[in-house]
Structure formats: C-alpha cells, structure tokens
C-alpha cells in the first residue's frame, strides 16, 4: 500500500472520529442544559425553602426575645467556667448594669466578699452533680453599691460539646428585709419575755420581804391585847397574806422557769424512793379526808437513775396535791412504769390518777395555763392561784416530757407524762431495799371535823390541831359532813356557817337528826360580828361559836372548854428545834423573818446563792470602766439580798458604797469599800453552802417528824 | 473502555511502528467502531483485547510486554492532563497509595462509567510497599508500566518483584522495595 492511500486512510478516520465527537458533544451539551435546568429548578426551590426558614427563624428569635426582655427576671446564660456569655436587659433594670458590664465577667465578681465562696460552691455543686435544677438565695453588689437579693434557679444544659448555665434569678430584697425584721422582731420580743419573767422573779423576790414582815408582824399583833373587831381585821389581814404568799412562790417558779435560769440538776436518784416519799407525805397530809394515797410502783426495773430529782419532786407534788385537792373522796394513785429501756436509758411513765370530780373536755387544755381554772366556780369553791398546772407543765417539758389527761367530768382524773433517763453505772451496786412503812392512823381517840370551804382557813385550824397533837378529818362543805358523821364518830366539829353545796346551818340541822354525831359538839365558825347570826347557831343546835379570824389562844380555849378529857394533851409544843444556825449569821433575824419555815429559808439562801455572783460580776464591771452612775444603782439593788441571808453588815456596807457613789466620791475609795465588801463574801459563801445544805436537811428531818 | 485509552494506543503504535501498522491491525480486528475512535467517547474492551492482540502477531513482541510499553507511555499523557494529583503527592509512595483512595474517587467523578481497577495499598516499612492489584481485565503489565514510570517521575529508585495471586492474573501482588 503506498504511502497517499495510507494516509488517506487516517484521514478519513480522523474525520470520521471528528464527527463522532461532534455528535458525542451535542449530546453531553444538551445533557448539560438539562442537567442545569434541573439545578437551576432544584437551586429555586432551595432558596424558597431557606427564605421560609428564615423568616420563620426570625419569628421564633424575636418571640424569644419578646419574653425574655420583658421578663420580670434576669435571665442569663454563664459558661462551665462561670463567665456570663448572655444577659437579659432586666439586670440593668434592676442592679443598674448594661449587658457590657456584665458579659466576659465571672459571677464572683458581682458577689459581696462574706457570699463568694457559698455561690461558687453551690455552681460547683450544680456543674459536677448533675443537678436537675438548684435554687439559692445570696445578695449582689448592685453598680450604685447596694446590696440585693436575688433568689435564683440555675440549670446546667449541653450546648454543643460544651456545657453552660441557664439562670433565672428574681429580685427578692423586700422578702430578705421582711424575714430578717421578723427574726429581729422574734428577738426582741423573746428578750422582752425574758425580761418580764426577770422582773417579775426579781420583784417577787422583793415583795417576800416585806409580806414577811407582815405575817410576822401580825402574828404579834396578834398577841397583844386587842378588841375582837381588830381580831377580826387581823385575821383578814393574815389570810390574805397567806394567799398572797402562795402566789408569790407559784409566780417565782414560774418566772424562773420562763427566764430560762431553771436548769435540770442531773443526779443519781430512786424514783421507788421518790415515790414512796411524795406518797408518805401525802398520807400524813391526808389524815383527815376520806381519800386513800396509794402508789404502784412496777417492781420490774431498776429505779436508779439520772436524772433531776428535785424537779421530778415538785412536778408530782403539783399533780397529787391538784388530785386531793378536786378528790372529795375515793383514792388517788401514783403509778411509775418503765415503757422500754436499752444498755444506756430507759423511759418511765409518771401517772397520778384521782377519783375527783374530773375536767370537762373542752377545759382540758385551759387548765394549763397560767391564771386559768376550768371555771370560775372552780375557783370560787376550791381558791388556787390557777399556776400550779402551768408550772407543773413547763416543768415536764423543761425535762423533755408532755403531760397528758384523761379525764371526764365526774369520773375522775388521770395526768400522765413519759421521760427518758440515762442509766447510773452504780446503780447495781447501790441498790438497797427502800421500804417505808406505812402510816398507821391512831384511832385512840376520836378526830375532830373541820367543816370549812376556804383552804387558807382550813390550811391555818388543821396545822395548829397538827401542832397540839389531834388528829382530825376535813369536809369541804356541809353534805361532805353530812357523809362523814355517818361513818365517824366526832368529838369536836368546826362548822363554817357559809358554805357552797350545804351551809352550816342545815348540816347542822342534819346532823342532829340521827347517827353518831347527834350529841357532838359542833362550834360554829363565822365571820360574822352580827350577835343575831351568833344566836341563830345556837338556836340550831350548836353548841358555842368562834368568830373569825381567831388567834392559836382562842382556838385553844374552845378546845380545852369542850374536850376536858384531853386537856392534858392540848398544850402547846415548844417549837421544834432542829439545829443551830451558823453563828457567822445573824440568826435572830433569820429566825425573826423566816419563822421555822427551813424550806422558804432554803429557797432564799438557793436563790441569793444564784443570783450574787452575777451581780458582783455587773458591779466589777461597772468599777472596771469607773461608771459611778451604775455603781450606785447596782450596790443600791442588791443591798437588801445580805440582810435576807443573814449578814446585815454587808448590806449595811453596801448601802455605804451606795451612798458613796451618789456622793460621787473617788473612784479608789469605791473600789476599795467594794473590795472589802467582796473579801467578807467570798468567805461567807462557803458558810451560806453549808447552811443551804443544813436547811435542807433540817426540813427533811421535819417532814419526818411529823409524819 | 475510555476513549482516550484508543487514542492513545494507537497513537503510541504509530509512533513506534507508523500508521500502516495502525491500518494494519485495525483491517485485521473485527471492531464495532470501524477503528474509529475519539477521546470522548467510549468503547467495548473487547476491541482493545483485539487490537493487542493482532499488534502482538504483527511485532512478535509479548502481550506483556506491548502492555508495559503502553502504561509508561501512557503515564506521561496522565502527567500532562492530570499534574495536580502528582503535585498532591510528594513522594512514589504517596503517589501509589493515593491511587485507590484518591485518584480513582475522582475520576469516577469525571467519568461515572469508567471501569478501573482496585490497587490496595500496604506500607511494609517506611522503604516497602505493598499493592495487590484486582481487575477483571488482567492489566497487570500495564499498571507495572505505570508504576516504573512514577518511580521514574518521583527520582526514585526501587526493585518491582510482581507475583500472580490468582493463576489467570485477575489478581496481582506488586512488592515495591526502593533501594537504600
């Protein structure tokens, strides 16, 4: 093949290929104008549906926006780190900060110093535990430099890979202000009661001293030869002391406890013995009313315990004394029991439950409070300062326990209280048999009937008649006397001629009618100066009368006059004496002030114990910064205490610092009359002790005696 | 198979025999397209087994050889056409193991239908590689000219051992050791 026809052949190949590619190039050229129409079509639709994206995007953002700027919170966004990344334009409503001042800061740096570290833990605490959602409360430095209170709810939430804070915080000052003047206020109104129960135990104390000096006073007045008018004015004068009395020590305990300065004297006791004790007491006391004192003691645990003896002591007295006092007759029960007990405590159930007259229900929560009785009758025919249950309560709470009454109207009472005691580790070892005997009443001769409705008079006919020897029985109105002289024979009855349920007359009517007493001797009791009321005792049946108020003499010579067989038992006992007091104290005037009473003695001596060194301490502090001012006013407060316990001189002394320091003399010579007055104290102290401990001793010793 | 791999072969066989050689084994093979090719368009693989074939009968020379010869002439017109996946790579390796990864991801971009082979790579050591070559159309010899050629292209010098996995060459393992 020659050379032309072989490139002839390449050429047309060549063409052949050209056209080829023509063709194949038309084709991808339309493929590529389709392809970019679809593209452009598919382009459109994009666009549109990112458009409708957009603007719904811009709606949702701006409703957002709507409610987060118009939120009444703050709310902000923080990073793990604690730097804000986002805050709403309520912070600058609120604490004066534009978003500027606030984004890229720590939160720390808005925190007073005191609250720093409280917040940062608590965001601590919500970053790394997974806390759902946290609320706290904590103040910010405001831009003018107040401090606010925010409460606020924090959430941590993922962001992406990194996590952060989602805060709503809300303005709570007013809410802080209003708390913090409440606890201010709940402060000062405690202080104002603590101050008010102070008081009122500072002032009874003072008012002791001078009702004392009445008692006394009247007693010798009582001595002197005086018309039976002024018998009379004196025996009211004297009855209302004696009540006056009692309120005074009710109020005394009551304000000492409210004043917070009663505290539990936690030692080793027995409860068996404690019982057995109250209940003796009570016996004796009891003599002459038809109630049985009894107690049940659950032989079952071990009675040696810790505890607060004295309280316990008082605590129970209160309740059995209320019981005989609302029992007209039947029994009164003083129940202990353990509930449960381990290797260290046990808890026992106190219960005293009487046969009297028993509480209305809705009363029941009255009769706890103090100057409250369940009605006013009740006082009128029973008499009572109304604090004996209030003290009784607060006692069993002081010690952790809750009184309890069951009780119904008619059919008796029953108050009881659980406490818990740790056990005493000598308690074993120590443990011996307390058996006391039980009181036998002498039946020799026959009792005497005190028919009479007010206590005090009863409480002053019934301890001469204990002091001469007579036994005797009570009735608190005339069908109780009725009852009695059914059962007893009398030798001598006392019959008041007002009383509540019967009156004396009527009784007395009664009581010569039939039965036992038909002969007995009644003596009319009255107050009454009127002779007409006198003769109309005698006319129904009675055989002499005694006017009220009548001194011991009087007393006494009705008694000698009407039971001529027993003269010989009728005369007066010397006062019992016990022992010596301290010659270190001015005993006569103890003696003078205090009578025998060993026991209000005791609570005197207590009570100055407790009080003096305070006082010394207030008036060491006003000589340390030379306030003469207070140095008058505290020598003047506490002056009267020495006299009371014994050593006059002292507050002969101290009436000299006084007097001083109102001189405004020099400082120097007040310390130094304040020294000696101190030195002469502190020595005394260990004597006053010793003689708290001798009354108290001497008192028991008493109790027993006349048991 | 691509056009442009027809356009080049017979280029190549022009170049090294003259066109009557082209004509020659064109009139000898039974080809759909009538010999005519364009670079664009796409032909049966067949035509190439044909044309090969009758040029070895022609040359005497081996199929094996005919095929090396091809991918080394062929590697430079990759070279001209494509340089950016030679820039890409900075060494003979890298080149190589691009290939599967890379390369080919791309040019089944360009050109969906293109029917290529899989080269899987695994470096040895840091001066030995692995290829294990895998097509239905037993090219070995012509990968191995293209290899040869990148070596070449990267400066590089390295033994080439190639060793048959499968006896009808559909599977081929290149071991690539450069030299120290």
Redesign the interface.
Known sequence: MDQVTILQKKLERAILARKQAELILEEKALELYNTNLELKQLNESLELQINNRTVQLKESESKYRLIVENATEIIFNMDEKGYFTYVNSVAEKLLGYRENDIIGNHFTDFIPIDFKKKVYDFYLKVRDENEEESYLQFPVKAKSGEIRWLGQNVKLIKDGEGKQFFAIAREITPLIHSQNELVKAREVAEKAQQAESLFLANMSHEIRTPLNAIVGMSHLLGDTNISKEQEEMLDILQNSSTVLQELISDILDISKIDAGKLEQNIKEIDLKALVLNITRTFQVKLDNKPVHVQCDIDGNFDTYLLGDGSMINQILINLVGNSIKFTNDGFINIRIKELKSDDTSQKVRFEVEDTGIGIAKEKIALIFQEFKQASSEIKDSYGGTGLGLAITKKLITLLGGKIQVESELGNGTKMYFDLDFQNTNKAILNKKEHELKAIEFSTKNNPILVVEDNLINQKYITSLLKKWNLKYLIADNGQIAIDLCNQYKFELIFMDLQMPVMNGFEATTEIRKSGLNIDSTIIALTASTLLTKKNKALENGMNDFLSKPFNPNQLHKILTEYLKTHAATLEVSAATEVGEINEALDAKYLKEVYEDDYEYMADMFDTFLKITPDEFVNLHDALDIADVKQIGAVAHKIKPTFQMVGIPNLTDQMGKLEKAAKANEDIHKLRKIESDIYKSYISLKPILIQQLENFNSWNTQLVTQNA | MKGIVFTEFLEMVEEEFG??M??NI?NRSDLPS????????TYAFSEMGMLLHNLSVDTKLSMSQLLNTFGKYLFHTFVKNYPGFFEAAPTAFKFLESIEDYIHVEVKKLYPDAELPSFETKLISHNQLEMIYKSERRMADFAEGLIEKTLEHYGESASINKKNITENGTEVKFLITKAA
């Open positions: 066109y009557e082209v004509d064109i009538g010999g005519v090719y364009t670079a664009i368009g």
